[in-house]
């Protein structure tokens, strides 16, 4: 059973950081995909970055790139978000996504609200 437990949401200016973390239980986190969604209020999910598994490729959603970095740290099992110069469009919940073998895994989310 593999459980996601995001951290480090909150509230923020406008030109601020934040840094999310995903904890990941369960033996596959190191042969698995990770990554991050957000979901704004009356729109649907989109994805922020993934994180293959190995060579770590990296991919982002438009609206992020350059200004988000996603990374992973395999021996604690743990995906970060590394949100830098955020805007009010960035407020969401952000959701972490483990893609294994045998299907997607979501936790619960963490909510990021950027004040202007």
């Known amino acids: 059973q593999v ?12 030109g601020g950081s934040l840094r999310l973390s995903c904890a ?12 991050w969604h957000r979901q704004a209020p009356g729109k649907q999910r989109e994805l922020v970055a993934h994180i293959t598994s190995g060579v770590s490729i990296t991919i ?27 805007k009010p469009d960035d407020t969401a919940i952000y959701y972490c996504w483990l ?10 989310g963490t909510r990021v609200t950027v004040s202007s």
């Open 3 to 14: 459980q996601l437990v995001e951290s480090g949401g909150g509230l923020v200016q406008a």
């Open 24 to 35: 990941a239980s369960g033996s596959i986190f190191s042969r698995s995909a990770m990554g």
């Open 60 to 86: 982002y959603g438009d609206s992020v790139k350059g200004r988000f970095t996603i990374s992973r740290d395999n021996a604690n099992n743990t995906v970060y978000l590394q949100m830098n110069s955020l």
């Open 99 to 108: 893609g294994g073998s045998s299907g997607d895994y979501w936790g619960r």
